[in-house]
């Protein structure tokens, strides 16, 4: 409960600091919608011109162009740090949050707000709105899957990130997979053989952070859901391990820092 | 009661090497070096509770490092700590509720909202409830006379006005115990000496002890009744501040004002004589080798006296003494 209040107040913080600056904050808020609108345009175009790729449309890729922006500007917003975990663990600046009496991991992913992620979350309603897949009961299931696509996608952030443990800075490879992710989430899942859907569910995960929740948003079925909750379940327990044990691995730094 | 009692501890950290150069950068990638480097180096001292303790040393001597692990941030590589009755690494969030962390180069208030909106989050993390978060605000605000700072954002505040408000927010939860790594650093001589007022009230009002690193002997000055001296992760001396200058602060500098003009000749047998005026002489003695009595008697004899000085040298160079000594028996 006491975890909850805290989120709660920093949550409160990150917002009265985005907010501080205004005009930036709306600026990236709108410009991110408009970015992913001109992005998908792409898409439009393509299924314009081929109508199917086995199976699935242009109202899939609705789904789940909009299951994907909604997971990643849910990170976004309430776990912006999680981006930067590794650049924070190679420079020493972990050491504001382990002097801090709450759980270290929570306490610093969800330290920042990125605000072009409002722009992303909101996004991925409207995408769905306009996929023609839209109802009440769908809406509750997108809600649902867009919770446990962002905690898949979170908790691969944090695994790639806490690499930095080991390895010193890894950003450049974090932005590495989280290209893949991104990339690979979009794409229909028909398109894969078997041994690429292992990858898709495992190494990098994207089918779990796109196709499998769209297929859930579209008609609930057991098989979706439990791959999703069995995702989820199993990516932040591992993340979480291996956090842990890269912090016994911590060496902090001396850089001088001038804010948080 | 000891807060503190540390022994036997140990820090080891891997540290890369390179040759100078491209070629070393390329053989570097594929046949990495590693050295270790001891920051801390079979530590053993205490801290009585409330106590005022000084930790000082140069430059990497394993100050902060040693602070980090009291603090459960790093893990020890040997050894055992116990802080108020917790081994920090292993139960650092029930020993964080108990104890305040300023690092002077590393801010903890959110850099684009006031300060009062961190003292507020603060109050959450803490655990307090919303009246006594305010309570407490409202207390510190008069102890370090930052009223009027509380409202203004943490960028718009001078160096000195953000340190005020970070030394305060790290008592917001009333701990027993505060651990300051550099609270001066970057600090002008008004700015730190506000910091080590409030710091010196809060240890008299609240009992709170200060565990306190720092380059500035001043700060050990003006704050601390006991000083550990670090250099190379080693203790090379801990010993109560006024000892310290006992044994230390043996060489006096003396600085008379005659009534009438002084002889150009002017000397006195075991003093050495820096310089002479028209009215005045200025010299430096070793209390050790020659009797503070004879030199007055001496001075007495002189002249008609107008005014004396006797100063110390300063503490800098004492420390700087120590460190000196150090080296040589190394």
């Not at chain 2, 602060?249 to 002017?266: H, W």
């Amino acid at each position: 409960m006491n975890n909850i209040k805290f989120l709660l107040a920093i949550w409160k913080a990150n917002l009265q600091s985005a907010m501080e600056y205004r005009i930036s904050f709306l600026s990236q808020m709108i410009g991110m919608m408009a970015n992913n609108f001109i992005y998908f345009a792409i898409w439009i175009i393509f299924f314009d011109r081929f109508k199917d790729v086995r199976g699935w449309g242009v109202n899939d890729m609705y789904v789940t162009f909009g299951i994907l922006a909604s997971a990643f500007g849910l990170v976004s917003l309430f776990f912006g740090n999680a981006f930067m975990l590794s650049d924070i663990i190679s420079k020493g600046r972990l050491d504001y949050y382990l002097s801090m009496p709450k759980p270290v991991l929570l306490h610093t992913i969800s330290s920042r707000m990125i605000a072009s992620g409002m722009g992303d979350f909101a996004y991925g309603f409207v995408s769905y709105a306009l996929s023609g897949y839209f109802t009440w009961d769908g809406l509750a299931r997108y809600v649902l899957a867009m919770l446990l696509a962002a905690t898949v996608f979170a908790a691969f952030l944090i695994l790639t990130q806490s690499l930095a443990f080991w390895f010193g800075t890894m950003s450049n490879f974090s932005n590495l997979v989280l290209n893949a992710m991104l990339t690979f989430g979009i794409y229909p899942i028909t398109l894969f053989d078997n041994y690429a859907k292992i990858i898709l569910f495992t190494i990098i995960p994207a089918a779990l952070m796109g196709s499998v929740p769209a297929e859930f948003i579209r008609a609930f079925t057991w098989q979706s859901l439990s791959q999703l909750l069995i995702g989820a379940i199993g990516f932040l327990g591992l993340a979480t391990i291996v956090f842990r044990a890269g912090l016994r691995r911590y060496e902090s730094g001396s850089a001088i820092q001038i804010e948080v | 009661m000891n807060s503190i009692k540390v022994k036997n501890l140990q820090k080891t950290f891997q540290t890369k090497r390179k040759a100078a150069g491209l070629g070393g950068s390329v053989r570097s990638l594929f046949k990495p070096e590693y050295s270790s480097v001891e920051a801390v180096n079979n530590l053993s001292f205490e801290m009585e509770a409330g106590e005022l303790l000084g930790f000082i040393g140069p430059n990497g001597a394993g100050k902060s490092t040693t602070i980090k692990m009291l603090t459960g941030i790093l893990h020890p590589s040997g050894g055992e700590a116990s802080v108020l009755g917790f081994t920090p690494w292993v139960d650092r969030q029930k020993l964080a509720f108990q104890i305040g962390t300023v690092f002077g180069q590393r801010p903890q208030l959110w850099y684009h909202l006031p300060a009062i909106d961190t003292f507020t989050l603060f109050g959450k993390i803490y655990e307090l409830d919303d009246r006594e978060t305010k309570k407490r605000i409202d207390f510190l605000a008069e102890a370090f006379e930052m009223k009027d700072l509380l409202e203004v954002p943490v960028r718009k505040l001078s160096l000195g006005q953000r340190m005020r408000c970070e030394v305060a927010a790290s008592l917001l939860h009333r701990p027993k115990l505060i651990l300051l790594d550099e609270p001066s650093i970057g600090l002008d001589v008004v700015a730190k000496q506000n910091i080590r007022d409030a710091i010196r009230r809060m240890n008299q009002e609240e009992g709170v002890g200060v565990l306190l690193t720092s380059h500035d002997a001043g700060d050990l000055e003006a704050l601390c009744k006991r000083v550990i001296i670090v250099n190379h992760g080693q203790i090379v001396y801990e010993d109560k501040v006024s000892n310290l200058k006992r044994k230390f602060l043996t060489t006096k500098l003396v600085e008379v004002r005659y009534a009438e003009g002084v002889a150009k000749d002017f000397s006195i047998d075991g003093v050495e004589i820096l310089k002479v005026g028209h009215y005045g002489v200025k010299l430096k003695f070793d209390a050790a080798k020659t009797s503070v009595e004879s030199v007055l008697a001496h001075i007495s004899a002189a002249g008609d006296i107008v005014d004396i000085t006797i100063s110390d040298p300063p503490l800098e160079e004492v420390i700087a003494k120590i460190y000196e000594q150090a080296k040589e028996y190394e």
